[in-house]
């Protein structure tokens, strides 16, 4: 069955480095979502890219999608302390099929 | 406006018994999506429903069972509970099917 494997699974960085977190899929994706989950929240939509080698960016977010559209990456330039939680990359499969990555833990160090 | 809401928010239950988590929509959503979340896991998709219809579904036995109301809201219910049950159970609402989603709070449904 279709694997998302999203890797690192922790990444401790110092406020202001930079951080990416990468997400690789078995099966092509109709699309790809990434979500934010804050420790005892709930997951928060980020974005959604649909189109092959698609790049979308929001503030000192940068979002990419592969030609291939098996994987992505998520780029956060010059990190603050309010980037702290576990980002999850989504993919849906041709069989509706959801499935989550295990999700980048982010840390940040004032 | 009201976000997504789940209910109950805690649950604890016996192996063997059987469960029913609720989900009320965003107003306007007509897409619920269920997912079971383990502890430093991601969330594990369940069911889709759209329009009162199932539209995906994922790797889970048949214990597990869902429907969605005329009203959009949902129900996961899941039969003959085990230990491996226990999770933070997640509703997410969209406007459609597998577009952005909202998740809410979570039901967290542990099994002794």
């Known amino acids: 069955g279709q694997q998302v494997m999203q890797i690192p699974q922790y990444q401790h960085v110092q406020e202001g480095e930079d951080f990416t977190t990468y997400c690789n899929s078995s099966?092509?994706?109709?699309?790809i979502q990434w979500y934010k989950q804050r420790p005892g929240g709930h997951p928060v939509f980020l974005i959604q890219?649909?189109?092959?080698?698609e790049v979308k960016k929001q503030k000192r977010l940068t979002f990419q999608f592969g030609e291939a559209k098996k994987n992505s990456s998520l780029h956060i330039t010059a990190t603050q302390t309010t980037d702290v939680g576990t980002y999850f990359c989504?993919?849906?499969?041709?069989?509706?099929?959801?499935?989550f990555g295990a999700g980048t833990r982010l840390t940040v160090k004032p | 406006d009201a976000g997504v809401t789940q209910s109950p928010t805690h649950l604890i239950k016996t192996r063997g018994q059987q469960v029913t988590l609720r989900c009320s929509p965003i107003?306007?959503?007509?897409?619920v999506s269920w997912y079971q979340q383990v502890l430093g896991q991601g969330p594990q998709f369940i069911f889709q429903?759209?329009?009162?219809?199932?539209?995906g579904r994922g790797n889970f036995p048949d214990r597990f069972s869902a429907r969605q109301f005329p009203n959009y809201s949902s129900e996961l219910n899941v039969n003959a509970l085990l230990l491996g049950d226990s999770a933070l159970y997640l509703c997410?609402?969209?406007?459609?099917?597998?577009?952005?989603?909202?998740f809410g709070p979570g039901t967290r449904l542990t099994v002794l």
């Open positions: 997410a609402s969209s406007l459609f099917a597998f577009r952005e989603q909202f």
């Open positions: 099966t092509t994706l109709s699309n």
């Open positions: 890219l649909v189109k092959s080698g």
């Open positions: 989504a993919g849906r499969n041709n069989n509706n099929d959801m499935r």
């Open positions: 107003s306007g959503h007509k897409s």
């Open positions: 429903y759209y329009e009162k219809e199932e539209r």
